[in-house]
């Protein structure tokens, strides 16, 4: 092991990510080299940002622990800390099932771990990070917590209520990463159309996205996690006008029959979502959509099912993910809910689904070739260079593969890009 040397292990989302980033930070300010995600983790200290978010990343989370737990015992590291969601939620649980662990914080105490190690928070890192993504772009987490209570989500249960950053806070750490060479910034939260709602009752997105945009060096802006109820239209009017912020908007959808959508408390219509919809494409011509879908839902009828894969033909979303309902414990519909539909009908459904979504992806994606997209240049793997257009966010989208052999590319430029032919989810082009 390597003395003074922490590996960080990152479990879940970008949001974690960046909690990460901000400790790793602190480490280094303190003397202590950090790695993130290491393959082969050699330091004396391992530690692991857990996601309690679903069942399969709960129980990702819990095996690795064990896992690192096990390379304790075998004298291969020396400490092991657990911090986020998942300790947030089980921290008793885990004192005692887990007790190999030196100690578990949860989302929002872990810097104490500092002093637990009998080092200081620096203040003047305070709100700086190292950064784990490539140096071109990065997350920006615009707030923390959850007011809208969905029957389904644990989230507001772990993180609490909706907490906007400060806007002077967030422009400035956007201006310090720009001065560090990042020109792509993915806009993230849990629910960001909420931003500014918690400081005075009105909300701020559109005010700064628009105020992002007008920092020199901003190339693109990504929003990802906005709301479908209430939302701030005035964001589709500095999606159009400004051309640093991309016509991409992730929006978690989750269903369309109105029984569904009472049921799981998301306060929208099926009417007003397919106007949501056409009002999105209709003011932003060419925006791309990724949405997130669920099946399985306690109640959810054949006929439910049907309706969401006629959605699914009309939306023809560019980018879609879904996932069967699985209980989570204290939740709305883990309380009041049975889990009704069986597993195998959970699965045929999202199975038709999915495929239903492979076809319409194929089909829109093969409608670009012949023309000319800019890409920004994320990595070099075997033969190719890997990038992505304004429509594609890191590590879920759809990549644009070029040739290595035809012209060296720099990693974090952009490049105009012919498209020449398409796969399911990825394209292939030429430099110009």
Request: net charge negative; with cysteine; glycine share 6%.
């Amino acid at each position: 092991m390597v003395k003074n040397q922490i590996d960080i292990i990152t479990m879940g989302c970008s949001k974690n990510l960046v909690d990460s980033e901000l400790l790793m930070k602190q480490f280094e300010a303190n003397g202590y080299t950090c790695t993130h995600d290491s393959k082969r983790p050699r330091g004396e200290i391992v530690v692991i940002n857990t996601c309690g978010f679903i069942n399969d990343a709960k129980e990702e989370s819990i095996s690795t622990i064990l896992e690192f737990a096990q390379a304790k015992e075998q004298g291969r590291i020396r400490k092991l800390y657990v911090m986020g969601c998942l300790s947030q939620r089980y921290k008793d649980k885990l004192e005692e099932e887990i007790p190999e662990v030196d100690k578990y914080y949860g989302k929002f105490d872990y810097k104490q771990l500092l002093t637990d190690l009998g080092k200081a928070e620096i203040e003047s890192c305070n709100g700086v990070r190292h950064l784990t993504t490539p140096r071109h772009y990065a997350y920006l987490k615009i707030s923390e917590g959850c007011d809208r209570h969905c029957a389904y989500c644990a989230i507001p249960i772990i993180t609490g209520k909706h907490v906007s950053r400060p806007m002077d806070e967030i422009l400035d750490e956007v201006r310090r990463l720009v001065g560090q060479g990042v020109k792509e910034f993915q806009v993230i939260a849990q629910e960001l159309t909420f931003y500014g709602l918690d400081i005075d009752g009105k909300p701020h997105i559109a005010q700064l996205i628009e105020q992002m945009a007008d920092i020199p060096g901003v190339k693109w802006i990504r929003l990802h996690y906005a709301y479908p109820a209430n939302f701030p239209y005035d964001l589709l009017r500095v999606m159009r006008e400004k051309p640093n912020v991309c016509k991409y908007l992730d929006i978690a959808l989750q269903h369309i029959s109105d029984n569904m959508l009472t049921a799981m408390h998301r306060h929208v219509t099926k009417a007003e979502t397919y106007q949501l919809v056409s009002r999105l494409r209709q003011e932003v011509p060419d925006i791309h959509l990724r949405t997130t879908l669920m099946v399985g839902f306690p109640g959810e009828t054949d006929a439910d099912f049907e309706e969401l894969m006629e959605f699914t033909r009309w939306a023809r979303f560019e980018r879609m993910g879904a996932f069967a309902y699985s209980e989570e414990e204290d939740t709305y519909s883990g309380m009041n809910y049975k889990d009704d539909v069986p597993p195998e009908v959970k699965q045929k459904r999202l199975d038709r689904l999915m495929a239903l979504q492979q076809e319409i992806s194929a089909e829109i994606e093969a409608e670009k070739v012949g023309t000319v997209m800019r890409v920004i240049i994320d990595r070099k793997e075997g033969d190719y260079y890997v990038g992505r257009t304004e429509f594609c966010s890191p590590e879920v989208d759809p990549e644009v593969l070029i040739p290595a052999e035809t012209k060296r590319l720099h990693l974090g430029r952009f490049y105009q890009v012919k498209i020449t032919h398409s796969e399911e989810f990825d394209l292939y082009g030429i430099v110009q």
